[in-house]
Each structure stands twice: as structure tokens, then as C-alpha cells.
T-cell receptor
Framework: DGGITQSPKYLFRKEGQNVTLSCEQNLNHDAMYWYRQDPGQGLRLIYYSQIVNDFQKGDIAEGYSVSREKKESFPLTVTSAQKNPTAFYLC??????????FGSGTRLTVV | AQSVAQPEDQVNVAEGNPLTVKCTYSVSGNPYLFWYVQYPNRGLQFLLKYITGDNLVKGSYGFEAEFNKSQTSFHLKKPSALVSDSALYFCAVRGLTGNTGKLIFGQGTTLQVKP
């Protein structure tokens, strides 16, 4: 079945540590996106990529980095520069005409 | 600039009653409009979309939405609510002019259906 896989489901980060969240899709979608969701809040766009080897900053890119070396993969690194990283992270992909298909999310907690 | 507004943080309805979750939008040109639902600790699931054609769009789980161009609204409706419909609902818009492909999401509306 086609879809988006995010891993891990739960992730714990120590202060000052970089962590990488995985997002893989087999839908042959060109565009991929990373969103952050805080409790009781909507979605905020971190980064997006419309084509391999190209990506753009979203509304809250500071403290995050991404790469898009393959069409299927769009990993997100939460760096130590992100001072408040505890949140639910959602990855999505799309074609230009369609809506988004979302992964099931990664819950990141700072310990 | 494109924007989406969901004016209600929470909507409460009794099981079996009709429900409406409101959404208004602002976009250049003709919009693509979407509704998504999110259950706790899960990703968003697609419910329905409007691109062109009939103003009344039918989607998953008995939901429907009415596109109203003059009021720039796209309210989500269901004739008879179920307790299992309780979740967080997001409206989203993608403009067709200058389209980068990004969806703009509303803040979300929590739907509580009580038995």
C-alpha cells in the first residue's frame, strides 16, 4: 500500500543534542512538507520541498534543517539551536493538484 | 495573502443532531479547499475537497461541505453526529495563482459529540 512512514513514533532528546526524524513516502509525490503541532494549536510549517535537491524555509525554520537527496525521503533534523523542540511533528506529501497525505507523526520530548 | 479562519475553537453537539464546523478563507483566484480530521496522537486524515463543480461536496464518514463563493466559506456538515466523530478538524486552502503547492491550514476546531 502507498503511504508515508514517519519514524520513530516517539523520540526523546537530551538538552544540546541533535536528533533526526525520518519521513519516507512511496506515493511518487514531488512535494514534501514538515509541520510542527503544539498542544491545542494548529499546524506550523517548518520546511517544504517541491523537488529533489531543493527545499524552502517555512514559517518556523530556525533550529531545524532538512535534506532532499531522494524523492522518497525528507528527513528533518532538530538541532540544539531549537530551544523548545518538544512537540508533535507531522510529515506530508502531495502532488500539485491534490491535497496532502500525512504520516502518523513523531512525538519529540526533551528530557 | 492566503488565509483560513475557523472561528470556533470547539463545537459541542449531541449524538444524532446535525453538526456544522465553520471555515472561511481568503485567497487570490479560485481556491482548492480541503477538510482534514485528526484523532489524538495521529496524523491528519483527508475528509473531502472542493476544486471545481458542484458546490456541495460529499466526503468520507458521511461528511459533506458546501462551497459558498460569495461568502468565501466552506463549512463542514454532517446530518447526524456520532460520538466517534469527536476529533480535531482542520480546514485548508490552496490558491491557484502563484501556487507553490502549500496548503494553508486553519487553527483547528475540536468537535465534541456527547451521547
Amino acid at each position: 500500500d502507498g503511504g508515508i512512514t514517519q519514524s520513530p513514533k516517539y523520540l526523546f532528546r537530551k538538552e544540546g543534542q541533535n536528533v533526526t526524524l525520518s519521513c519516507e513516502q512511496n506515493l511518487n509525490h514531488d512535494a514534501m512538507y514538515w509541520y510542527r503541532q503544539d498542544p491545542g494549536q494548529g499546524l506550523r510549517l517548518i520546511y517544504y520541498s517541491q523537488i529533489v535537491n531543493d527545499f524552502q524555509k517555512g514559517d518556523i525554520a530556525e533550529g531545524y534543517s532538512v535534506s532532499r537527496e531522494k524523492k522518497e525521503s525528507f528527513p528533518l533534523t532538530v538541532t540544539s539551536a531549537q530551544k523548545n523542540p518538544t512537540a508533535f511533528y507531522l510529515c506530508a506529501s502531495s502532488t500539485r493538484q491534490a491535497g496532502y497525505t500525512f504520516g502518523s507523526g513523531t512525538r519529540l520530548t526533551v528530557v | 495573502a492566503q488565509s483560513v479562519a475557523q472561528p470556533e475553537d470547539q463545537v459541542n453537539v449531541a449524538e444524532g443532531n446535525p453538526l456544522t464546523v465553520k471555515c472561511t478563507y481568503s485567497v487570490s483566484g479560485n481556491p482548492y479547499l480541503f477538510w482534514y480530521v485528526q484523532y489524538p496522537n495521529r496524523g491528519l486524515q483527508f475528509l473531502l475537497k472542493y476544486i471545481t463543480g458542484d458546490n456541495l461536496v460529499k466526503g468520507s464518514y458521511g461528511f459533506e461541505a458546501e462551497f459558498n463563493k460569495s461568502q468565501t466559506s466552506f463549512h463542514l456538515k454532517k446530518p447526524s453526529a456520532l460520538v466517534s466523530d469527536s476529533a480535531l478538524y482542520f480546514c485548508a486552502v490552496r490558491g491557484l495563482t502563484g501556487n507553490t503547492g502549500k496548503l494553508i491550514f486553519g487553527q483547528g476546531t475540536t468537535l465534541q459529540v456527547k451521547p
